[in-house]
């Protein structure tokens, strides 16, 4: 169980993605930030969760979809606006954008537009520790569709093989671009798809941290214990469009929900309402929100206000 | 018949035409089906042929490559779509291991009427992973074709031929060209394109890859006003590449320029520029300039995509430096961006 | 249960490999085939038991060591020969080497030297005979060791996904080249690694004839039934070393074999056996052999007597 | 310390000597630890090192180029080796989507000090999909470094080089080279080398890469016999390219000729070509010449073997023609063959 320090903590985090992708979605039509946005609405509680049962040393890898992670990590909105805003202070000095963000200073080794090519990324770095003995563990979010790229089961393949400290965890949310899985599945559940490897699986509904926090903390004890790997299967709903900043359910590839399953695949609602249960009150909710809030608005001037890179820049930080 | 259409109308349009006429012929690629449609260019198939003959895959190029051949050798011809050149990159072993050499393996015992169709060029922002161009890396495996259309005739014209093609074709369309406008003729021979002078002029010849062509056209347009005619030579299919066009127009100019929409080294513009070195060694007046991408991965934020795209102004400064001219003044013409795309008629 | 006409003819199956590969082993070292061999020793009666069970329009692809697999499709030995000499009148006129033999006349699609990558070919060739609503069925024969390329998975997943009727022949000599299966597998059961997906599943001792045939017909059913791709995994012994014309137990990356563990491992002698007790006569065994030999030796000369290609041949065949 | 080794024994003294000064260099992929240990040139590291220095991977060319990444990321230096060049374009989307613009768009945070080590060339009678060399492609693609060891001291100063370099590094050796034994210099300061003048003459430069330079020097001495010489420079490091010691002396030649070992079409050849033409655009006194690969897939028999592949016998032949020279009776010279492979000393 959370414990209420705990639980405000981790509602900071769900909060400051969730706004910093609202702040997005409301200054996007600006034009300033000149890079594709994958945002992660309905997605918060997959990066917020696992991330807490991981120890501060571990090393993760994601995917172009990758603020939610980003922010889960660092709590970090300065370098970040930066970056979307392609200022010369941004994690990569303008030159990432969105979907290339990474941050090794906290773990975030790599994310990669380029569907499934940070898994085997994340494979070697759990090697790199199994090398040098070291426990340190590993993440590797990715979304659904990387799992029918060949590279995935090459990974797990490789990963079984050798026992590595990774946990691989597939952030389902049904889709690629507008694409069902029932088009692109060859299988019927993708946990029982692995379970031929020498891996421990779990399962969860990813709009629920606690549920996300439960099965990693299951999971994470069933890898120690067997020194596997671990695939984690977590289901969400993409409240928004692949790329970019509106919603597309009218657009007629996949139902509109309803007004209840809008509450029950948001995260932050629903993580909401347990804080309540715990004994949280509104107020303090709310303050939590003014102060992220701040955060954000604050982030999002400074960036504006950063400087473009020079033109040396184009040259630079390609060779050492 | 003559009519006006944009180039993803003419790329759709050419698609539709090859289906009907033939039930062999097929197109599929991830999001191939959806209402996105390929930023319109696959349009109007799965209403018209359903779904089995315009579908959508599962996240797998390397192995959809190896379909697209394994149907192309029994009897199909396959149409396989990419919203991204970068992702061919995923399908590499298959396209230069095996669809480049296993008719000429089989001592021509089995044929691969195949295409893959892919967008290259800028988007928003795009960054490294979605702005390769690679169509001098295909040329560089013997038993590929590669082509690049440029206006909305050669992408019809193009498609249509690329389909009939008995051998795998690689056409590479650049996004920036899908809002052009241009007459098309639906009669117009299906054809590989060669290289085709596409404004005469008698200064410089400047041979030019997909949207460089547009480049080149407004450059010529700045020139011109300064007395400075460019012969602009579209190169449309780069392998095999005939460049006589190009050797026969710098016979004329005795300057030349390549613009390629890639990065320069071992790309098409070396190719190219080795080749009219070779060929027009007494005619030319002064070494060839190649014009391409800035030699780094393509950065994300503007001011630096703006320095690593060769456009306009590039083309225009070093046909200036070429020709001994004084550099004109550029403050009050209009380059193409984002923004500004050109949208036709071509 | 095999008639005896029938066991006679596959029996003449698995003596024309066998005897064509020994025929290469003593000649390869006159230095005339200019071409690396990866012999069937040991393999016979997996192609031979599965080509079997196959109507005669099926559409097969192959590896590399693919001599076996074109032996038991074409009975055929002109052509086969010729290649390996680098003759014109080889099946690729000399250009395709033993690596790359193909037979699209026969059915044999293609080949490949490249590990796992006929596997999708065969693929679209299953989705090219759903495409047209034919029932012609494809096979695909591939080293265990494929099953770690990530095209592998691919191309099963996409098999499944379309419901196409192939045939995945996993050809398992616990090998790949030197390597052992359990330094290369995250795995530790082929066909349990693969039923996660919707496809049918089946195994037998690859070294027996008889069990090849019965597994295969009895895959071949359940999926005519359930429509579902089939996946058959055969085990067998690798007499020789990787590539070449020896045997290598000496040189210790395996055991040798005991002479029980090489008469159960070698199909031939196994099928022998079972022939002489469905009642053939050893001479009516020694007479067909005396017929293969000749074949063999027939065919041998010719390709040695034939021309080589002349310059011209280098242009051609490339682009139509 | 100056020894006699051969290249494969070369390439193995450097692993073994950076792995012993450095725990984070490990070597690994495909049979690097079998008893063939890739032609010799792993030899003595799995008993060295142990096999968590120096171990096989299942064949999974793409995961396990992400691996090599990944651990480069981690502060290890891996160094990932393959048996033929060819299956390295299963891990293409890994090297030129992924290791070759991490660094750059993480804005010069992430490091990647690998190396991958493939070998090219000519076997017996490998076929259309054991032959690529590809350096040309890799090239093609800014954030990589690209090597081509010649000698055994190349072999040995530049796998050092490479290991400790901290950018990625893919290093080609020709499967030919590896029984050349020639002088090694352990205390050679490790550099990934520049182009070199292997041999000076005044003639006609050739510019080679691998084993063209054992070529040319073959030419060489047929043609100094009827006093010509050539001045050859084997290129070694074709990315990044310092095209300065070609063009010095071209500018004293006046003459070139470029050897690759690659296809023509968009290659290395053409890099250098397009380069050198335009930087000695007045001290040619001819068009460069490009000599390489016949532009096909590699066929297996033997005589298209030799056609498809450039030789002594092509330099000779092209150089008389550029140099205005008869053409010399070669019935009594003998070139090299597989059965007749040069052994050296270098
Ligand atoms: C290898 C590759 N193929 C295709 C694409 C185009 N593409 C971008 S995102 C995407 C869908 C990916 O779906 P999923 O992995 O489930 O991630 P999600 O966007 O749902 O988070 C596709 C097909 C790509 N980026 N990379
Ligand atoms: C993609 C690829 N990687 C590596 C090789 C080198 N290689 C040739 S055969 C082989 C072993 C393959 O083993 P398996 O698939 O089990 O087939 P077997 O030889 O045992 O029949 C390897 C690694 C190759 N040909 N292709
Ligand atoms: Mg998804
Ligand atoms: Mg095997």
Same mark, same amino acid.
């Given at each position: 169980m959370l414990t209420k320090s705990e639980g405000l903590q981790l509602y900071r985090s769900l909060l400051l993605i969730r706004l910093t992708e609202e702040a997005i979605r409301s200054h996007y039509h600006l034009d300033e930030m000149k890079t594709p946005v994958h945002l992660g609405i309905g997605q918060e509680a997959i990066p917020v969760g696992v991330c807490h049962c991981l120890p501060k040393n571990a090393v993760t890898f994601g995917t172009y979809r990758n603020h939610a992670l980003y922010l889960a990590l660092t709590q970090e909105t300065d370098r970040f606006f930066a970056e979307l805003f392609g200022k010369e202070t941004g994690l990569g000095r303008g030159k990432a954008g969105s979907m290339h963000l990474c941050a090794p200073g906290q773990g975030l080794m790599a994310t990669s537009a380029v569907v499934a090519t940070t898994i085997p990324l994340a494979v070697g770095a759990a090697l790199a520790h199994a090398y040098r003995k070291e426990s340190t563990p590993v993440a590797v979010f990715f979304g659904?569709?990387?799992?029918?790229?060949g590279v995935f089961w090459e990974s797990l393949n490789f990963a079984s093989l050798r026992s590595l400290n990774i946990l691989f965890v597939c952030e389902d949310n049904g889709l690629a671009i507008h694409t069902g899985a029932s088009d692109r599945r060859g299988f019927s559940s993708a946990v029982r798809s692995v379970q031929g490897f020498r891996c421990k699986t779990a399962s969860a509904d990813g709009s629920d941290l606690s549920a996300v926090i439960r099965a990693t903390e299951r999971l994470r004890a069933e890898m120690a214990q067997s020194k596997q790997p671990g695939f984690l299967h977590l289901t969400y709903l993409r409240f928004l469009e692949h790329v970019g900043i509106n919603e597309d359910f009218a657009v007629g590839y996949r139902d509109s929900p309803s007004p209840e399953e809008r509450i029950a695949r948001d995260p932050v609602a629903r993580f909401t309402a347990q804080l309540l249960a715990l004994g949280c009150a509104q107020g303090e909710l709310d303050e939590m929100r003014t102060g992220v809030e701040a955060q954000v608005e604050c982030s999002l001037n400074r960036a504006r206000d950063a400087r473009l890179p020079a033109d040396e820049a184009l040259y630079e930080d390609l060779l050492i | 018949m003559t009519t006006a259409r944009t180039y993803r109308d003419a790329l759709a349009f050419a698609a539709a035409k090859e289906m009907d006429a033939d039930p062999s012929v097929f197109v599929f690629g991830l999001d191939v089906p959806d209402h996105k449609r390929i930023f319109g260019s696959t349009k109007g198939l799965v209403e018209k042929f359903g779904i089995d003959r315009c579908f959508g895959t599962p996240l797998s190029e390397d192995a959809m490559t190896g379909v697209a051949i394994g149907a192309a050798l029994s009897g199909l011809r396959p149409v396989h779509v990419h919203i991204r050149a970068d992702f061919l990159l995923l399908g590499m072993n298959q396209i230069a291991n095996v669809m480049s050499s296993l008719r000429y393996m089989s001592g021509g015992s089995l044929r691969l009427p195949l295409v893959i169709r892919a967008i290259i060029g800028r988007g928003w922002g795009q960054g490294a992973q979605h702005s390769k161009s690679l169509h001098g890396v295909f040329g560089h495996f013997p038993g590929l074709k590669v082509g690049l259309p440029t206006s909305p005739q050669d992408a019809y014209s193009m498609l249509r031929a690329a389909i009939r093609d008995e051998n795998p074709v690689i056409l590479l369309e650049h996004r @920036? +060209? *899908?809002d052009i406008e241009g007459p098309v003729?639906?009669?117009?021979?299906?054809l590989l394109e060669g290289p085709v002078v596409v404004r005469p002029g008698n200064a410089l010849t400047v041979a030019c890859t997909s949207w460089m062509t547009i480049e080149a056209l407004k450059a010529a347009e700045v020139l011109a006003k300064h007395g400075v005619e460019l012969e602009i030579v579209d190169i449309r299919t780069v392998a095999p590449l005939d460049e006589t066009v190009v050797a026969d127009s710098v016979a004329k100019t005795g300057h030349c320029i390549v613009a390629d929409?890639? @990065? +320069? *080294?071992?790309?098409f513009s070396a190719e190219l520029a080795a080749r009219i070195s070779h060929r027009c060694f007494g005619s030319l007046r002064c070494p060839i300039e190649r014009i391409g991408f800035a030699q780094v991965p393509c950065p994300t934020t503007r001011p630096l995509e703006n320095l690593f795209y060769p456009s306009a102004v590039h083309i225009i400064r070093v046909a200036e430096r070429m020709l001994g001219l004084p550099m004109i003044d550029l403050n009050h013409e209009t380059f193409y961006s984002y923004e500004e795309r050109f949208k036709g008629p071509f």
């Open positions: 659904d569709g990387a799992m029918e790229e | @920036w +060209l *899908y003729d639906e009669n117009h021979l299906p929409y890639d @990065w +320069l *080294y071992s790309g």
